[in-house]
């Protein structure tokens, strides 16, 4: 193909412009500056940081440019989608593709959102991203993309290639949002992105689809199990259980003026956003407990879920228990993305608690607090169920309230990302004694469990307080010998603190710890702090009692004559890890800045207790709390 001279010309100009506007993207003098507002809540990551931004088109764009996907019809429940870029003149590491929920968003226009982005005190110039990128990666993870292995003539002059393009792939792990997706290719990082190009929105075969199912108990006598999902469809649907049995479930949703916001408003209010659909819940009653079951959830209208295999567990007063704890876990991504809130560790630890459940009988699981990490971007609650569906759905999942799903009663910090608790308890409905009170007390084997939220008031003569202290003076310990307390922020941890979390806050200790020993609690677990750390039998910063090594070699602490409780942090499941302060007080006699989980093994006389590294499934720390009975 031959050229004119003012096609040349236009080319030599096309050129010139990219590369200049290259030269821009990386001018550190470049004026496109972030204001103060836009780092609340956001603090993790460029990428939360780049939906509070003005965004445009690229002033200088391929008209080359194409994206395909490798999905030619609806997207299924779990999907890895192939997104292909072709027709990139000048591949750069700043290039990225995100993907866009939903899809009818028009990024050049925010017309109805422009009042709310105002009271934000972002008074940058609009348009904005209306609706914030929920998955993002740079196209640079294609070994090829930037070297232009891929690479097509798009103009020849003479036998010579005037205009050669390149092209790049990388691949999105999908699950079902229920809201449509579109891919949207960008240039200048996440720093100061502009658009090169938008993809065509894709749909999920099945938006309505029942999905994520978990399981929690709802009493001590292991009879019933409360099963919870997700779907896209507000009319009650059905879990069939057992022996042709069959419930009707109970829907809930909650919507944005639910969330909660400040001066400075929330990701949850405003730019997180994302419609949670319908939450479903159903308890499958007639059960037995430590029994095997089937079931499927779901209706002939919006079809059904797999089957899944469950176990009940032990009812309250019987002689043993097997359950695992942690807290801290969030997600990770199955691909190469980045998201507003990654947990590095979180992947690993999952993984080997499923390979525990499917080999071992383990009885239940508790998380005490930080679940999905969500944070006001509300998608990211369907990646966390997503990623504990394998395990959630065959056998319990207790959890307790942690900083990043309730904030603002007792710490006045934007941690929830404006979510205020709402989003948790709606997606994990415990046995509490009422709305935003999420505090209980369950019975499995010969343990009680008595779970607070640190995150609400536990002052004396408070609610909460009362109710602790009458639900451990009721414990009777011919029925459940042990009793263990759980909650999110610890008494005792030696990790480094910093000017934002001092990790330890004394005036709950010295409110709540009193209560510990009065009560006689064996064990207590908390997380918060992203690390594992043990104590002798301690009370007010004093070992009251230490552990002797067994025959094996393993800590033994002997409650038959009882000084205070062993207090465990367990917020080493999937968040960035912590490292400990350089001088190891008395008290602390075991820690490890890894990732992994817990478990437990308690019988009438004994509480075997392990912490375990998910990378390398070794026990890492272990110790034993015993009691001679008359």
């Known amino acids: ?40 809540h956001t603090m993790i990551s460029k990428f939360r940081m780049m939906n509070r931004m003005k965004l445009f088109y690229c002033p200088v764009r391929s008209p080359y440019i194409q994206i395909t996907t490798s999905t030619t019809s609806g997207i299924s429940n779990d999907a890895n989608i192939t997104v292909t870029v072709t027709g990139v003149m000048f591949p750069g590491k700043s290039n990225w593709i995100a993907m866009v929920s939903p899809s009818t968003v028009n990024v050049g226009d925010c017309p109805i959102n422009e009042l709310m ?21 740079y196209l640079r993870n294609d070994p090829g993309y930037l070297s232009c292995k891929k690479s097509e003539c798009k103009l020849h002059i003479g036998g010579f290639c005037l205009i050669k393009t390149c092209s790049g792939s990388i691949t999105f792990n999908v699950v079902n949002i229920r809201t449509d997706i579109e891919f949207v290719f960008f240039a200048g990082g996440f720093d100061i992105p502009c658009i090169l190009k938008r993809g065509t929105p894709h749909k999920f075969a099945n938006p309505r689809s029942p999905l994520y199912g978990h399981l929690s108990s709802i009493d001590s006598t292991a009879t019933s199990m409360k099963l919870t999902w997700v779907s896209g469809d507000k009319e009650p649907q059905q879990v069939q259980y057992g022996n042709r049995k069959s419930q009707t479930s109970k829907v809930t949703t909650f919507t944005q003026n639910d969330m909660c916001t400040s001066i400075i408003p ?3 209010k405003d730019f997180g956003w994302h419609d949670p659909g319908y939450i479903h819940t159903a308890v499958m009653t007639g059960l037995q407990p430590l029994s095997s079951y089937t079931a499927m959830y779901g209706s002939n209208s919006v079809g059904w879920s797999d089957q899944i295999h469950f176990q009940t567990p032990p009812a309250g007063g019987s002689n043993e228990l097997k359950f695992l704890a942690y807290g801290d876990m969030g997600k990770t991504p199955l691909d190469a993305s980045t998201e507003h809130y990654v947990q590095p560790g979180a992947l690993s630890v999952v993984k080997a608690i499923i ?27 369907d990646f966390f ?23 603002g009663s007792v710490y006045i910090t934007p941690d929830s990302g404006g979510e205020c608790g709402v989003a948790y308890e709606t997606y994990f409905s415990m046995p509490t004694p009422g709305k935003d009170k999420p505090w209980y007390s369950i019975e499995q084997g010969p343990v009680h469990f ?13 609610e909460q307080y009362k109710w602790m202290e009458s639900d451990m003076a009721s414990v009777n310990r011919s029925r459940t010998p042990w009793l263990i307390f759980a ?10 603190a910093s000017i934002l979390n001092n990790n330890v806050d004394k005036r709950f200790v010295a409110d709540v710890e009193p209560l510990l020993v009065t009560h006689k609690v064996d064990l207590a677990m908390f997380g918060h ?19 002797k090594k067994d025959a094996t070699g393993i800590d033994t602490y002997d409650n038959s004559d009882y000084a205070a409780p062993v207090q465990v942090v367990i917020g080493m499941a999937g968040f960035t890890l912590d490292s400990f302060s350089s001088t190891k007080p008395n008290w602390s006699l075991a820690r490890a800045s890894e990732f992994g989980y817990t478990r437990t093994m308690a019988t009438r006389e004994e509480l075997q207790f392990e912490f375990v590294n998910s990378h390398t499934r070794q026990v890492k720390d272990s110790f034993r709390i015993i009691k001679r009975h008359a």
């Open 355 to 381: 390979d525990e459940v499917d080999s071992s009988e383990v009885d239940a699981i508790y998380h005490i607090g930080d679940i999905s990490y969500a944070t006001g971007f509300l998608v990211e609650w």
């Open 529 to 547: 702090v992203h690390n594992y750390e043990r104590t002798c039998a301690v009370y007010k910063d004093k070992c009251l009692a230490l552990p």
């Open 117 to 137: 982005y105002l009271q934000t005190g972002d008074l940058s110039h609009l348009p904005l991203l209306c609706h914030y990128p929920v998955k993002a990666e």
């Open 385 to 407: 169920l997503s990623q504990i569906t394998p395990l959630a759905s065959r056998i319990s999942y207790m959890t307790a309230i942690g900083n990043h799903e309730r904030s």
């Open 450 to 462: 008595t779970l607070i939220s640190t995150e609400h008031d536990w002052s004396p003569n408070s």
């Open 266 to 268: 929330s990701p949850a």
């Open 487 to 496: 909650g999110h922020r610890p008494m005792y941890s030696s990790a480094v």
């Open 1 to 40: 193909m031959e050229m004119a001279p003012f096609q040349i010309l236009s080319t030599a100009l096309l050129i010139l412009s990219v590369t200049s506007y290259s030269s821009y993207l990386h001018d550190p003098r470049n004026p496109f500056n972030y204001k103060i507002e836009n780092y609340n």
